[in-house]
């Protein structure tokens, strides 16, 4: 049988190219890999530095306080109080022994899971698209409006770094078949599901999605993946139970509540504005987005084929992964709707995700003189963002409550009550020993109920013996106290206290008071307030 000789002096011919393109590809520092790096870089010290300057808020002091139980066992037995699986306080644990500053320290985990979950989209769509349009993507995801939960000490960073784990390990069998793809999709499930009891609704939406089209274009199920997905799923009849048992009664009380402020409704879709970076407008980015489906979905003919570009080979399951993973924030509407009745934006994070790898798959079909020029608009955008909303956010717009001169306005020597369940632990916490000394919350539960916003005060409840604050029963406490300060700061769905004890006949005499800035509030009403409260 004849054979085709290369011409001798054609480079093209042999295995050389490959050698060279072999080396090229795995080269440790070539121009992609040092994008990529610097970016993660720079968006880690910015992360980094806010995570050092922010002050702790509500939530997180939560964290803290289960976290640093005495022992091990005080813990497990503390964190179904909260609400949320075992991971990042276990992780937040092994943080604190880092000789750095507590707010830095018990964040570092979340910084660290968001720019996982940055990174897990960058290698997304870097498989179905050139690097360019990766890492568009993943700057489009880093310079999201969701961008505060990178340095908050929960565990919603570290849900959507599994969930980028997970598809990217599913991917990965998808294309090569190693089993060792299914043991880490397996294992991704069990750290999504340990990490947020909604861990595997984000699982199974996307990974769903994406075999139910993978499933119909070669006619068959892949028995593997399922029983992969299925295995780590069964983790939350560990994590669920002990969660639901504990949180019994604050979630009777929401369900009871007809004026809870957090109730899922159809208004809440608005939320999909934080999932791009703030402030573009809505109707913009569907404008954006219907273009470049319709370029997608037109075909190439005549000059345009030269211009062809990988999303030819885009497999469909991808696409129907990252779409169904884009409308998780729906789906978490519906879920709550049905089950707690409870919805926070944080719920649907990772619709964030999906937005940013399907907006870097799709720019992929634009004629390269096109796709290029809205890349660059979207990266310059979202670092400038990403850059200046990170800088300023530590810096607050009003006073703390512990550093509020209005606090200080009283007699040094009487109690104060805060008047604010949400105010009253970062108060307790960033106040020196005396003031600690002084500071109450005065709890009732059913009279609270009633109330628009119960979270707090029932968080400070189901946790009260894991906490180091005082926080005492509102009839004991006013048996007990003939006079003492009230301080409010301006949260009226939070600050029953006040109008109860003027119904009451407690006589309320403003001691000092600090009127909301313009910019806030129009009406120019005292929002900070110091009272002294007789009878």
């Known amino acids: 049988m004849a054979t085709i000789a290369a011409p001798i002096g054609d480079k093209s011919a042999g295995q050389e190219p490959d050698r060279v393109s072999s080396r090229a590809k795995h080269r440790w520092f070539s121009p992609e890999r040092l994008q990529v790096a610097g970016i993660a870089l720079g968006f880690l010290a910015l992360c980094l530095r806010a995570a050092w300057l922010r002050s702790f808020w509500f939530d997180e002091l939560s964290t803290l306080f289960v976290t640093a139980t005495p022992t091990l066992r005080a813990m497990f037995h503390a964190i179904p109080t ?61 310079g999201a409006g969701v961008h505060l939960y990178a340095f908050e000490a929960r565990p919603y960073s570290l849900l959507m770094l599994f969930t980028g784990i997970v598809l990217c390990c599913w991917q990965a069998w998808c294309r090569t078949r190693k089993p060792i793809y299914l043991g880490a999709i397996t294992l991704g499930t069990v750290g999504a599901i340990c990490s947020h009891q909604y861990g595997v609704i984000y699982v199974l939406a996307p990974l769903a999605a994406g075999e139910v089209v993978r499933g119909l274009r070669r006619r068959r199920v892949d028995w593997r993946v399922t029983a992969a997905v299925a295995g780590g799923s069964l983790t939350i009849c560990l994590t669920y139970p002990p969660v639901l048992r504990a949180q019994k009664i604050l979630l009777d009380a929401i369900r009871a509540c007809p004026v809870f402020w957090a109730h899922p409704r159809l208004s809440d879709l608005k939320d999909y504005l934080l999932m791009i970076p703030y402030p573009v407008p809505f109707l913009v980015g569907l404008a954006v987005l219907f273009v470049m489906v319709k370029l997608a979905l037109r075909p190439d003919t005549g000059r345009e084929e030269i211009h062809r570009t990988r999303i030819d080979r885009i497999p469909p399951e991808d696409l129907g992964a990252a779409a169904a993973l884009t409308l998780i924030l729906p789906l978490m509407l519906v879920v709550t709707h049905l089950g707690t009745n409870y919805f926070q934006v944080r719920y649907g994070i990772g619709s964030a ?125 006013l048996s007990t106290h003939s006079r003492f300060l009230l301080y409010c700061y301006g949260q009226p769905r939070l600050e029953w206290i006040k109008q109860r004890l003027m119904q009451s006949g407690w006589h309320l005499r403003l001691l000092k008071s600090a009127i909301r800035p313009k910019s806030d509030d129009d009406d120019g009403q005292p929002y900070r307030e110091l009272f002294e409260v007789t009878r």
Request: proline share 7%; aromatic share 14%.
């Open 82 to 142: 909260d609400g949320n699986p075992p991971l990042y306080f276990l992780l937040a644990r092994l943080s604190l022994h880092l000789s750095l500053k507590s707010e830095l320290t018990l964040r570092l985990p979340a910084v660290l899971a968001y720019l996982g979950a940055g990174l897990a989209v960058y290698l997304f769509v870097k498989r179905n698209a050139c690097h360019f349009f990766a890492l568009t993507a993943m700057i489009l995801f880093l």
């Open 353 to 477: 995700m999906g937005i940013s790898m399907l907006a870097g798959m799709l720019s992929a079909r634009f004629q390269l003189r096109h796709a290029k020029l809205l890349a660059q608009g979207v990266i310059f955008y979202s670092v400038a963002f990403a850059l200046i909303d990170l800088w300023s956010i530590p810096k607050p717009k009003t006073p703390h409550p512990w550093n509020d001169p209005v606090l200080q306005g009283g007699d040094q020597q009487e109690p104060i009550v805060i008047a604010s369940a949400l105010q009253f632990s970062p108060t307790w916490w960033y106040s020196d020993g005396q003031m600690r000394s002084r500071l109450y919350y005065l709890a009732d539960l059913p009279y609270a109920g009633r109330h628009s916003d119960i979270l707090p005060e029932y968080s400070l409840a189901l946790e009260h013996a894991y906490t180091p604050m005082q926080m005492s029963d509102y009839h004991e406490f």
